[in-house]
């Protein structure tokens, strides 16, 4: 068994993934907000915990950036991490355990190519469009890294050079900028979009009908006309963003997961009218995009991956 840890701004999970990638018990707890470094830690250490024994190995994901493969993490989401230790931390709290750790986006998309949508393809690109957009690249069959483990970085592909939104890295235009759940809702708000058209009216809805991605993807499947310009906004984006990427490195395949990718059609209708538009290299024009298959157990999947599938997610810089 692989504890698998995922690590992001919102909630912590950690499970017990099994040889063949199936995950056999999970644990979530919420991230602690405006916590210290050592809080964090400890929350933590206290989620794995039960599932610390037994091991053959614990392979994370977490939010970047970071130090790779170091693993010395600083996410922007967690303010209380910078440049914190987290892979050297979990090498002494499971001493004589291999640990190994990557970028929370590179690891949803290892596991969409070893158990997802993206398996038997050598050449994809998988994609997380949520609270940031970000990604990793399987070129000839391999997690491509780059010099610094951030290879695939597509949210940060310009998109609107002229007049863009400014984004969090400080240039203008990014796809993420335009695509990101924040941005996009507090786009849709700003163009009249009053949240819940997609009320499902079993209790499940906040009563302070809280501004989410996944609402607006919901009333956006419900027709709401300002959820749709908006999730047409965000579509043809990343359109063109994956246009670019598949004539850089010639892909065969796209997934998208993610709280956006949800919305479906009002998303991919866009997103696909945009590529073709784009793609016209006939090199360019076999791409698919498909949705991410794996749900909320893909971070978990893909950071065990890292350790089940050989060095086909792990090369020997990362050893």
């Given amino acids: 068994m692989i504890l698998a840890i995922d690590v992001g701004g919102t909630k912590m999970a950690a499970g017990l993934v099994a040889r063949d990638g199936t995950l056999a018990c999970s644990r979530r707890v919420a991230t602690p907000q405006d916590a210290d470094a050592e809080t964090l830690w400890k929350t933590l250490t206290g989620l794995v915990a039960p599932l610390a024994r037994g091991l053959d190995g614990v392979g994370v994901g977490c939010g970047g950036p970071m130090a790779w493969p170091e693993g010395e ?18 090498t002494a709290r499971f001493p004589g355990l291999p640990v190994r750790l990557h970028n929370d986006a590179v690891c949803l998309a290892v596991a969409e190519h070893w158990r997802g949508a993206g398996q038997g393809s050598d050449d994809m690109l998988g994609m997380v469009v949520s609270t940031g957009v970000g990604g990793g ?34 240039g203008h235009g990014c796809l993420e900028a335009v695509a990101r759940g924040p941005g996009l809702t507090a786009w849709a708000l700003r163009n009249g979009w009053e949240p819940g058209t997609a009320k499902p009216g079993d209790g499940t809805y906040p009563e302070e009908r809280q501004v989410m991605a996944r609402v607006l993807a919901a009333d956006a499947r419900a027709g709401d006309p300002v959820a749709v310009l908006a999730m047409r906004r965000a579509g043809r984006a990343i359109g063109v963003a994956v246009a670019s990427a598949t ?5 065969d395949l796209v997934t998208v997961g993610g709280g956006l990718s949800q919305a479906g059609e009002p998303l991919f209708g866009p997103l696909e009218e945009a590529l073709r538009e784009h793609a016209r290299m006939g090199f360019a024009r076999r791409v698919k995009v498909l949705p991410a298959a794996l749900g909320q157990e893909a971070g978990l999947i893909g950071a065990a991956a890292l350790l089940l599938a050989g060095d086909t997610y792990w090369g020997t810089s990362g050893a």
Avoid: K, M, Y
């Avoid at 993490?73 to 979990?90: E, T």
């Avoid at 997690?143 to 863009?164: D, K, R, S």
């Avoid at 004539?247 to 892909?251: E, N, T, Y």
């Fill in 73 to 90: 993490v600083s996410p922007l989401n967690i303010p209380g991490w910078r440049g914190f230790p987290l892979r050297a931390r979990l």
């Fill in 137 to 170: 690249l399987i070129l000839n069959g391999r997690l491509a890294n780059g010099g610094t483990g951030n290879a695939g970085h597509i949210g940060h592909v310009v998109v609107e050079p002229e007049g863009g939104p400014r984004c969090g890295c400080g």
């Fill in 247 to 251: 004539h850089l490195c010639d892909l």
